[in-house]
C-alpha cells in the first residue's frame, strides 16, 4: 500500500515551516518504512495500521514540536489485486510519458 502524509503546522511564530516537517518526517524514518520526501509531502509504502501510526505520530511531534494547530492530510492507495512499490508506479507512468 502506498500512503501519502502532509503535515501542515499553523500558528507558527515563522513562515517557514522545514523544522517542523523534519519532525514529522523523524516519525517516518523511526517507522523504518520505504519513503520518499516530496515538495508538500511524503509518501511511503506501509499497511494500513503501520501508516496510521505514522500519521499519528508524526501529527503528535508537530504539535509537541510547539504548533499551536496542525492540519494533517492522509491519502491511501492500497491496491488489492497487485503489489507495486513507489519505484515501480513511477517508472510506469514516466514510460508512458515517453
Known sequence: MVAELSVVP???SSTSL???????L?????AGVKYRLC???T???ADLETALEITKAAHRAVIKAGAKRVI????IDERLDELRT???RIKRVEAKAK
Open 43 to 45: 509518501v511511503f509504502e
Open 18 to 24: 522545514s523544522d517542523f516537517i523534519a519532525t514529522a
Open 86 to 88: 513507489l519505484e515501480e
Open 72 to 75: 494533517t492530510t492522509l491519502r
Open 26 to 30: 523523524r516519525e517516518v524514518k523511526r
Open 10 to 12: 499553523i500558528g507558527t
Open 39 to 41: 515538495p508538500t509531502s
